[in-house]
């Protein structure tokens, strides 16, 4: 492992308050823009710093008169990103209050009662529920007193209280619960002071240079949430807040790109970029192409934190005019702990996402798509052989090129899981976040650099013969071996791998589970007798298949195989002695 960095640390006797107080003292400064899109059309609304810091401040009092203190959970039930969920953002600073997101894309009442509960909410700030929703919701929380956002006295004066320390929490922000109920994740003070310095050390601003974030994604996502919170500890900060994503979005980033004063950010995923390419092939753009891509070439676009392949690479090099600026990270790391950094030539850039795309580790293919460089010294990152503490190689790191467990470490990361000691003890080891569960490789980059790359994401790695391999890797090869040489269609069928330790101590069994569908399922026998035995020639020494079952291969809502079910499944066949 690399050698420990001391953490950075906010300056002695400080509080998270003065940050805010100071971002706040110019009331004449511009502040917040917020756009609503209807019909077509676009509102605008606008707040000095002056005019959102009276806001916050009656928002922190009308806590304070429900019984909030230091410490008190808040769950934020908003519609849409609306400038009264940032009011009440900063308004917890002002009183120690803590905001607890809800997903109002995704979240049904049960999700949202289940939130409120675990966090131990007793106020619900809401607004665009409707009454019929809020009885709902009222009957399953009847502990839970509602404040509608838009219901309380615009009051000047002071904060409520001395406001929270640098380990209070700061937010909860729930993950997407792909694997089952959410986990809160809890966000200290000091997780978002690093976030903001990582930030500025990332775009080398100086402390009096003029910024503008333009907000598009929802604000219970951790990107919104790290971005918004920079801007309100920032002086001099402007944000532009877009209630939801619409074809409208490029007019209103466009007329912000016009009209910046200095830098202008904005986070977006790869299928913003997907949007913008099927508007231009449909001719339905909002706007003139010469005036967009003017527009998006004085933009920085952070990519992330899913993988950039070639097809968004080239979109956005034809778009904005030189790579895209990938990050990474996740809810636990408060947003980034690694991107494309910002002093490498284009060329250099591109050249780097190449090397990952061709990149091979002991002669088999294992490509890789790059996400930058960690943000030392406030976020560091490694590639680790292993991260279970029970299993050879933990903690031990990868060679340059070779696939392993990505990890960081830094003052960005979350204080713990709400509820669930078990759990925020599983994820840190020895001072390493473990729990990213993605895999990847570094190599030397062009300048000497640490360049990090991405393999795959919610999978593992099949440990054997002293190297790592992603499943995906290995179900990718295997599953063109039911195409190519049975010459079953791909949608016929699912293939999934895991790694199990069925014949040793210390290397995993390629384990195999086959769903056939209907119309495959005649082709059972002929794959059980003779599966194995064709895949062994076929395919890399990595990936040839141990044992082989047939049976479903279980998934959650969005489709992403559940390992750790796949895993306990094929564990109980194998006793049975149901596989081949």
Request: glycine share 10%.
């Amino acid at each position: 492992m690399q050698d420990q960095t001391p953490m950075i640390l906010p300056p002695a006797g400080s509080r998270p308050l003065e940050e805010y107080e100071t971002a706040f003292a110019r009331r004449e400064d511009p502040f917040l823009v917020h756009y609503t899109l209807a019909g077509g059309g676009i509102g605008k609304w606008a707040w000095t710093r002056g005019q959102f810091r009276d806001l916050a401040v009656g928002a922190a009092a009308a806590l304070a008169r429900l019984g909030a203190i230091r410490g008190s959970r808040v769950l934020h039930l908003f519609a849409a990103n609306s400038p009264r969920d940032l009011a009440f953002r900063l308004a917890a600073v002002l009183a120690g209050t803590v905001p607890v997101t809800v997903n109002w894309q995704a979240d049904d009442l049960e999700r949202i009662a289940y939130k409120a509960r675990v966090t131990e909410a007793r106020i619900v700030v809401h607004e665009g529920q409707g009454p019929e929703r809020l009885a709902a919701l009222s009957s399953l929380l009847p502990d839970a007193v509602f404040l509608d956002a838009a219901d309380f006295g615009h009051e000047d004066g002071a904060p409520v209280s001395a406001g929270p320390a640098w380990e209070d929490e700061r937010i909860i922000i729930f993950t997407s619960g792909t694997t089952g109920l959410p986990k809160g994740v809890r966000l200290s003070h000091r997780s978002y002071w690093t976030n903001r310095l990582t930030f500025e050390d990332y775009f080398s601003l100086g402390a009096e240079d003029p910024l503008d974030l333009v907000l598009v994604n929802p604000l219970h996502h951790a990107n919104s949430s790290a971005m918004s919170d920079w801007g309100l500890r920032r002086p001099g900060a402007v944000i532009h807040l877009v209630s939801r994503y619409g074809t409208a979005f490029w007019r209103i980033l466009t007329k912000a790109a016009e009209g910046r004063r200095g830098r202008l950010v904005t986070a977006l995923v790869a299928r913003h970029i997907d949007f913008l390419e099927d508007m231009d092939r449909e001719g339905t753009l909002p706007l003139e192409k010469d005036r967009l891509e003017r527009a998006l070439r004085n933009t920085e676009i952070l990519i992330g934190s899913a993988p950039v392949g070639p097809t968004t690479v080239r979109r956005i090099l034809h778009w904005c005019g030189r790579p895209p600026r990938v990050r990474f990270g996740s809810t636990e790391t408060c947003l980034q702990v690694a991107a494309i950094p910002g002093t490498l030539a284009p060329e250099a850039v591109v050249n780097a996402f190449e090397r990952g795309w061709k990149h091979e580790h002991r002669g088999e293919r294992a490509e890789g798509y790059y996400i930058g460089r960690d943000h030392s010294p406030f976020t560091e990152m490694d590639v680790v052989r292993v991260v279970d503490p029970d299993r050879e190689g933990y903690l031990v790191p990868c060679a340059a090129g070779e696939p392993g467990y990505l990890v960081t470490r830094g003052g960005n990361l979350m204080s713990g899981y709400v509820g669930d000691e078990e759990a925020t003890r599983e994820v840190f080891r020895e001072g390493w976040y473990t729990g990213l569960r993605d895999i990847g490789f570094r190599l030397e980059g062009s300048d000497g650099g640490r360049d990090l790359y991405w393999m795959a994401r919610d999978s593992a790695l099949l440990i054997r013969g002293g190297a790592n391999y992603a499943y995906d890797q290995v179900a990718a090869e295997l599953s063109a071996v039911l195409t190519d040489r049975f010459g079953l269609p791909a949608d016929s069928f699912r293939l999934a791998v895991v790694g199990l330790r069925l014949q040793s101590e210390h290397e995993d069994s390629c384990c195999v589970t086959i769903e056939l569908k209907p119309e495959a399922e005649g082709r059972r026998d002929e794959l059980a007798r003779s599966f194995r035995e064709v895949a062994k020639k076929s395919v890399s020494k990595g990936s040839r298949p141990d044992f082989v079952r047939f049976a479903p291969v279980p998934l959650n809502f969005k489709g992403a195989i559940l390992v750790p079910e796949l895993k306990k499944a094929f564990s109980e066949a194998w006793k049975a002695g149901e596989v081949a």
